[in-house]
């Protein structure tokens, strides 16, 4: 679909007024008053505000019975401070758009210019954007807020864009299309002692050291899952700097990811087996605690072939992807609700990555984006000429 040049002009000047602007995790309230604030011209039938967090949701009906779709953009920024020295560049120290929230958020304010122009046939199309995926709470909040109620989908979409990929053209997969994942902290408690007397004590250095085998052990057991399965320690902390005294405590924290859900029990299972088993040989106690949790998102087939007959109708260039990503999305809750798919458009081949310090969304690519959603919007809603 053809999308106007001066409005496209506007969602850029947006997208780098957000950028300039970031918040991070359920802090999106500035950025979520900007957001109203821009697509209140369009006229929806209803603003829900504040849903799950700083979350807004704008509503689009037909004023026909039909299904509501759902499109999500999230909004929130990471905690990393950028390199970039453009114009715009984050005002915010050590807080920065540098996984493209802020084209993401700008793609689906272009969608409500768009649908501000148009006649839905039936149903409803119903605009979230959500705070707080990140560090995936975000969707789960709106969800479990009761306001969700007036906007529940039967069919739900979103898209990331994909630096490393072809820009512009859109990346699809049935099943799986991003990883589950968790992080896992483990607390140990031991006694300190004096350190010339370590006999007096129970220090967890050699348990600490044991857990961090065993747990890299279970990568070398796929066999043991379906599909995927990867744990990474990321940290680890022994006692405190006290040369006179032993350690009385340890920490450790990992990352749990697999493509299946099933598998995520599996691993979860095995690793506070191995750790149980190791604090119970040394006598420790341990704690095991789990956060970031995020579900595999599963694409549903008959949301995968609207985004794919979408793309075909406008001319984007198609591709299917033989396996998931690694990195996790919290859209993957909407997909345990709904007939729901996310879908990748490219950011450039040569696009710094994700979370890189020097990372800005490519703007060139909120225009096929918003085609796509409009496309997905027109096959499963229709609208009137």
């Not at 990140?134 to 906007?151: L, M, N, Q, T, Y």
């Not at 043991?224 to 902390?237: G, M, Q, R, V």
């Not at 750790?275 to 995968?304: G, M, S, W």
Request: contains cysteine; aromatic residues 8%; proline residues 4%.
């Amino acid at each position: 679909m053809q999308i106007p040049k001066e409005l496209l002009s506007k969602l850029i000047k947006f997208r780098k007024h957000l950028h300039h602007f970031p918040e991070l995790s359920g802090n999106e309230s500035v950025t979520s008053k900007t957001i109203i604030d821009f697509i209140e011209s369009t006229n929806p039938s209803e603003i829900v505000e504040n849903i799950g967090g700083y979350g807004v949701a704008a509503v689009y009906s037909s004023g026909n019975d039909g299904p509501t779709i759902l499109l999500r953009a999230d909004m929130d920024a990471l905690p990393i401070q950028e390199s970039n020295q453009f114009e715009y560049r984050s005002t915010v120290k050590d807080v920065a758009h540098l996984c493209g929230h802020d084209g993401h958020s700008s793609i689906l304010t272009g969608v409500a210019h768009m649908l501000g122009e148009m006649s839905l046939a039936k149903g409803k199309v119903v605009l979230l954007f959500q705070p707080a995926e990140e560090v995936g709470r975000g969707a789960a909040a709106v969800i479990a807020d009761p306001k969700f109620s007036k906007v529940k989908p039967d069919y739900a979409f979103a898209l990331h864009n994909l630096p490393g990929f072809e820009r512009g053209e859109v990346f699809i997969r049935e099943n799986t299309f991003a990883s589950a994942s968790t992080g896992v902290i483990v607390k140990i408690k031991g006694l300190s002692s004096h350190a010339a007397h370590p006999e007096d004590g129970n220090n967890p250095d050699k348990a600490l050291a044991q857990i961090i085998l065993g747990l890299n052990f279970i990568n070398k057991f796929q066999n043991d899952f379906d599909d995927f399965s990867l744990l990474t320690i990321i940290h680890a902390k022994l006692g405190e700097i006290a040369f006179g005294t032993t350690p009385g405590n340890a920490t450790l924290m990992a990352t749990l990811r697999t493509y299946l859900d099933s598998d995520m029990k599996k691993l979860k299972r095995e690793v506070e087996s191995t750790i149980r088993n190791v604090c119970k040989e040394h006598k420790l106690q341990c704690d095991i605690e789990y956060t970031e949790e995020f579900p595999a998102t599963n694409n549903n087939q008959e949301c995968v072939s609207a985004i794919a007959n979408s793309a075909s109708k406008q001319g984007i260039s198609l591709h299917k992807l033989q396996d998931p990503f690694r990195w996790s999305e919290d859209f993957g809750h909407f997909t345990q609700i709904s007939k729901a798919a996310l879908f990748g458009i490219g950011s450039g081949k040569n696009h710094p990555q994700l979370h890189n310090e020097d990372y800005d969304f490519p703007d060139q690519i909120i225009e096929p984006s918003i085609s796509i959603f409009l496309g997905i919007v027109e096959e499963l809603l229709g609208f009137n000429q």
